[in-house]
């Protein structure tokens, strides 16, 4: 099965439990480290990645920033932005594509949304 853009943007929907989803205030490294602190103080690993020069070659364009492996087998790909940011295309194509392999893909803005899905979001 492969995904459409408005199938992303369905599932996404069906996944935004919040009642109030405000992307955090500042850069989006910020919130990576937040993120990855957590993993760390819970004992989840936590692959952590941002696009750079150095990571050319090594890092898949459009791969998400974080891969966390969590209890009872289940590893989520999260794509984080901050408040203003928008997903580049072939970050969708890549978010489209691992949906469709059925893999758990989350666009998280905020330290609270990605709670939530840590401790809510099965699918």
């Known amino acids: 099965m492969r995904w459409s853009p408005q199938q992303l943007a369905d599932y996404m929907t069906k996944f935004d439990h919040t009642d109030d989803d405000t992307p955090d205030e500042g850069k989006e490294s910020k919130l990576q480290g937040k993120i990855v602190k957590y993993c760390k103080d819970h004992g989840y690993p936590c692959l952590s990645f941002r696009q750079s020069r150095k990571a050319k070659g090594f890092v898949v364009p459009g791969w998400p920033d974080l891969t966390i492996c969590l209890p ?25 594509m691992m949906l469709a392999l059925g893999h758990e893909w989350h666009e998280i803005r905020s330290y609270k949304k990605f709670l939530e899905v840590v401790n809510h979001g099965r699918i």
């Open 72 to 96: 009872a087998s289940r590893v989520i790909f999260i794509e984080l932005k901050a408040k203003t940011g928008i997903l580049k295309a072939d970050q969708r194509d890549m978010a489209l």
